[in-house]
């Protein structure tokens, strides 16, 4: 059985006539049967909690996205009442990309969100999922800083170096691997991958983004998942049965449920 830890199941371009049940279903066909569907605003994570409640094994997320401030500081409210929600089982996706936000302006008002991210994640005992591109020092030491728990949550999508990636573990966070790690020019990205034990190894997709190959010229499902743990088994040399079943065991002791 596989897992998604990271899709965007509200931002899936579905085909016409198409429910997200199908693509739920589509997945399980694949044996991927656990996917957490990650909010990157206000409305999309309500958007998310109502669709999650339909669904089997869904799981739902509420945070605000880096690239998507908002100025009005009522969003912190708001933010909490939704990661209060018995499907939220996780605060994010937080953190800092300063590849796409160049202004000082911008960057700071990621810092102050993300350290809100993670108090709420420490006062509610739910873990981070924490995106960070071409920000390997602030985000470092703001995580470093302010985390409390042992268990503190993921890095998602991780496309940085082994050094960081070590760093990360030694703070407890899972590091979650995407499509990417499919890609030709990716070679580096997988002899990071080689290094990581599987015991602290996630997969995703970041559907609808991303999309693994040999899908790349398509829309990403969270079925792809299967892409990512393929891969995983040729670098780390383990049957893909071994991969499916740690990269779960790992998804259910971070977030806390079960796959049923
Ligand atoms: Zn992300
Ligand atoms: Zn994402």
């Known amino acids: 059985m596989f897992v998604d830890s990271h899709c965007h199941l509200s931002q899936l371009k579905l085909q016409q006539n198409q429910m997200l049940a199908d693509v739920i279903e589509a997945a399980n066909n694949e044996n991927v049967r656990g996917f957490l569907s990650v909010a990157t605003d206000i409305d999309n994570a309500l958007a998310i909690q109502q669709q999650a409640h339909t669904l089997k094994n869904v799981w739902v997320t509420a945070g605000l996205h880096p690239l998507h401030p908002i100025s009005d500081?009522?969003?912190?409210?708001?933010?909490?009442?939704?990661?209060?929600?018995?499907?939220?089982?996780?605060?994010?996706?937080?953190?800092?990309?300063?590849?796409?936000?160049?202004?000082?302006?911008?960057?700071?008002?990621?810092?102050?969100?993300?350290?809100?991210?993670?108090?709420?994640?420490?006062?509610?005992?739910?873990?981070?999922?924490?995106?960070?591109?071409?920000?390997?020092?602030?985000?470092?030491?703001?995580?470093?800083?302010?985390?409390?728990?042992?268990?503190?949550?993921?890095?998602?999508?991780?496309?940085?170096?082994?050094?960081?990636?070590?760093?990360?573990?030694?703070?407890?966070?899972?590091?979650?691997?995407?499509?990417?790690?499919?890609?030709?020019?990716?070679?580096?990205?997988?002899?990071?991958?080689?290094?990581?034990?599987?015991?602290?190894?996630?997969?995703?997709?970041?559907?609808?983004?991303?999309?693994?190959?040999?899908?790349?010229?398509?829309?990403?499902?969270?079925?792809?998942?299967?892409?990512v743990a393929k891969c995983i088994s040729l670098i780390k040399n383990e049957p893909i049965e071994h991969i499916a079943r740690q990269t779960t065991v790992n998804f259910e002791n971070l977030f806390d449920l079960k796959v049923s």
């Open 73 to 227: 500081p009522a969003w912190h409210k708001q933010l909490e009442a939704l990661a209060l929600h018995q499907s939220c089982v996780a605060i994010g996706e937080t953190g800092l990309d300063y590849y796409y936000a160049r202004e000082k302006d911008a960057q700071q008002w990621q810092r102050d969100a993300l350290e809100y991210h993670i108090d709420l994640s420490n006062k509610l005992g739910k873990p981070l999922v924490i995106h960070t591109r071409n920000a390997q020092q602030h985000t470092l030491d703001i995580l470093k800083a302010n985390v409390k728990s042992d268990k503190p949550g993921v890095i998602h999508c991780f496309t940085e170096d082994l050094k960081l990636a070590n760093s990360f573990l030694e703070l407890g966070f899972y590091i979650s691997f995407s499509g990417i790690i499919t890609f030709k020019n990716a070679q580096s990205l997988r002899d990071v991958v080689k290094q990581i034990p599987l015991e602290r190894i996630l997969i995703e997709t970041d559907s609808p983004y991303l999309a693994p190959e040999p899908f790349r010229k398509e829309s990403n499902v969270p079925q792809y998942v299967v892409e």
